[in-house]
């Protein structure tokens, strides 16, 4: 089965750029997806398809994807950004959802 | 404006079956392209995908949990449900239910989300 890695945390100060990567086989050939997660609450839509930002979503955050890894970018990083992110994707192959472990963004 | 919520037993013994049902608003699952998805999350631990209902009635299960799993819709009612059976401590976790899109190339992505039902698992 498809697998997504992501690293387990990502710390940043106030006003810096956050990245945060979800790695898979080729993950480039596939459309990749991106949550933000507060605790206690449902996961939200910040990114689709790569790039695309759904209605709502700050201009801050921004997605791009090639080779084996995609990444979630944060500009100008707030104290309301503090959260889990995941990255998710269909396995077309096996016409399956698939989400990464979960990366702690920490605002310092 | 979509609206989704699960709903279900809160708690269920080992070996039993959990019912859950997800009541939508605001769309309709027979509108092309719509479908709609199970993800759990056990306390403190990642997401996982479960099942999902596309607009045309297909169904597509985790592998590790397909022969436990079984989804269906209600377009009538606005309605899925997931039936899980023989239930585990394990699987105790926040249940989510979303709604999805089928974009191209056939990727599934989910906009909306329910609040989340906690199905605790335990004698």
């Known amino acids: 089965s498809y697998v997504l890695t992501q690293p387990p945390s990502v710390s940043v100060a106030p006003g810096q750029t956050a990245r945060i990567t979800c790695g898979g086989n080729?993950?480039?050939?596939?459309?990749v997806h991106w949550y933000q997660q507060k605790p206690g609450q449902a996961p939200v839509l910040v990114v689709y398809d790569d790039s695309d930002r759904p209605s709502g979503i700050p201009e801050r955050f921004s997605g791009s994807n090639s080779g084996n890894t995609a990444t979630l970018t944060i500009s100008r990083v707030e104290a309301g950004d503090e959260a889990d992110y995941y990255c998710?994707?269909?396995?077309?192959?096996?016409?399956?959802?698939?989400f990464g472990g979960g990366t702690k963004l920490t605002v310092l | 404006q979509v609206t989704l919520r699960e709903s279900g037993p809160a708690l269920v013994k080992p070996t039993q079956t959990l019912t859950l049902t997800c009541t939508f608003s605001?769309?309709?699952?027979?509108?092309?392209?719509?479908?709609v998805s199970w993800i759990r999350q056990p306390p403190g631990k990642a997401l996982e995908w479960l099942a999902l209902?596309?607009?045309?009635?297909?169904?597509y299960y985790s592998t590790s949990l397909k022969t436990r799993l079984t989804i269906s819709k209600d377009t009538s009612k606005n309605q899925v449900v997931l039936t899980m059976t023989n239930m585990d401590p394990v699987d105790t976790a926040t249940y989510y239910c979303?709604?999805?899109?089928?974009?191209?190339?056939?990727?599934?992505?989910?906009?909306?989300w329910g609040q989340g039902t906690l199905v605790t698992v335990s004698s």
């Open positions: 998710q994707v269909w396995d077309s192959s096996s016409d399956h959802g698939v």
């Open positions: 979303a709604r999805g899109s089928i974009a191209a190339a056939g990727t599934r992505y989910f906009q909306h």
């Open positions: 605001g769309f309709s699952l027979s509108t092309s392209g719509m479908c």
């Open positions: 080729n993950i480039g050939s596939k459309s």
């Open positions: 209902i596309d607009w045309d009635d297909d169904k």
